[in-house]
């Protein structure tokens, strides 16, 4: 199992990244994934999920109009484009696979995290 998340770097705000995760995994295209991002010094925090076909997703308040997440299952990956990057998005950012299909936004809904990329913003 491994889920390799790829894409992060150091950017200047209003720039924009668009963050891979490739998943190996049994049965990705029936689970919903997910992106987190944990600061220094701060918890982890949802970021976005979608749906195991796609359909549907859920961005948090925090990023909604600015990220968007989708998936390609034919590519086994979930991707993020981040627009206007502001430098409180500055994070790890983790991908996770769901046991299920359906969307959660705690970490208990996701089984399986990589360990992430890291995202800097500068003002």
């Known amino acids: 199992v491994q889920l390799q998340a790829s894409g992060g770097g150091l950017v200047q705000a209003g720039d924009s990244l668009r963050l891979s995760c490739t998943a190996s995994i049994q049965s990705f295209t029936t689970r919903a994934m997910a992106w987190f991002r944990q600061a220094p010094g701060k918890e982890r925090e949802f970021v976005a999920a979608i749906g195991w076909n796609g359909a549907k997703t859920y961005e948090t308040n925090l990023v909604k109009g600015r990220f968007t997440i989708s998936r390609d299952n034919a590519k086994n990956t979930v991707y993020l484009q981040m627009n206007n990057l502001e430098p409180e998005d500055t994070a790890v950012y983790s991908c996770?696979?769901?046991?299920?299909?359906?969307?959660?936004?705690?970490?208990?809904?996701?089984?399986?995290w990589g360990p992430g990329t890291q995202v800097t913003v500068s003002s």
């Open positions: 996770a696979a769901a046991r299920f299909a359906q969307i959660g936004v705690t970490p208990d809904t996701y089984v399986y």
